[in-house]
Nanobody, 128 residues
Framework: EGKLVESGGAPVQAGGSLRLSCAAS????????YGWFRQTPGKEREGVAWITPSNGITTYGNSVKGRFTISSDISKNTVYLQMNNLTPADTAVYYC?????????????????????WGQGTQVRVSS
């Protein structure tokens, strides 16, 4: 059974940076596309970034384009989200998700319930 574990969330001041990690286990890492999502209370879950580790193709949500970078390390079965120039609007619980045999662009258009695995989330809190 596959498992995703996020880490790296923390309090940070506006303008700062964080790097989130998503460690995958129990699955063939590069058979999946991965996405980072975020959610705040009372709001819909928002897709942030997606990657296909097998070819490195990435795609981003409009609200983070140019500030966030998704990457992966196949040797470590880990997906990263580098977040720069953070603002209070980036405050959320960040989740990692994986879906089998899709590209990053296909995963971007996928409804949340179609993903195969979700992590437990990691809290990012940006203060002004």
């Amino acid at each position: 059974e596959g498992k995703l574990v996020e880490s790296g969330g923390a309090p940070v001041q506006a303008g700062g940076s964080l790097r989130l990690s998503c460690a995958a286990s129990g699955l063939t890492f590069d058979d999946y596309a991965y996405g980072w999502f975020r959610q705040t209370p009372g709001k819909e879950r928002e897709g942030v970034a997606w990657i296909t580790p097998s070819n490195g193709i990435t795609t981003y949500g409009n609200s983070v384009k140019g500030r966030f970078t998704i990457s992966s390390d196949i040797s470590k079965n880990t997906v990263y989200l580098q977040m720069n120039n953070l603002t209070p609007a980036d405050t959320a619980v960040y989740y990692c998700a994986a879906v089998w045999a899709l590209t990053a662009n296909q995963a971007r258009g996928l409804s949340y319930d179609k993903y195969d695995y979700w992590g437990q989330g990691t809290q990012v809190r940006v203060s002004s």
